[in-house]
């Protein structure tokens, strides 16, 4: 069995590894990603990213469907206005503020194998006691 310390540390490496996703997805050149990207709804139609670059002045300005189920990806990531939303420091202290507030029910439901983890620590009061001395003395 592992210890209390082996878990904490397979932890860290998981959540080491759902940052470093987190971080990658949220650089990437796609059309949720950009500054100028924005979610309409047109009447009568589903939701779609809209290029908002130049929208300040509505008279020259032409809205461009800019949306991942519309061949955007492709427009994103050759767009010379591309601007990214959100910095690699903002996307981390995000996900570090989800740790921070999130019960384990909400990790549980973002994060289910470092929930697994996390709920075998409950039992464990000491570091370097193996996981299966916490359990009842009756083996008989």
């Not at 949720?32 to 589903?46: D, E």
Request: hydrophobic share 30%.
């Amino acid at each position: 069995m592992k210890t209390p310390r082996e878990i904490r540390h397979k932890i860290k490496q998981a959540k080491y590894r759902h940052l470093k996703r987190a971080i990658r997805n949220g650089l990437s050149r796609k059309p949720c990603n950009c500054y100028y990207n924005r979610v309409v709804r047109p009447p009568n139609q589903p939701n779609m990213g809209v290029c908002m670059k130049g929208a300040q002045d509505l008279s020259t300005w032409k809205g461009v469907v800019c949306d991942e189920n519309m061949g955007g990806l492709g427009k994103a990531s050759d767009c010379p206005f591309f601007k990214e939303k959100r910095t690699k420091e903002e996307i981390t202290q995000k996900f570090e503020d989800f740790f921070n507030d999130a019960d384990f029910i909400e990790v549980a439901k973002e994060y289910p194998d470092l929930a697994a983890l996390m709920w075998v620590l409950t039992d464990s009061d000491d570091d370097d006691t193996p996981m299966t001395e916490n359990i009842s003395e009756e083996k008989d």
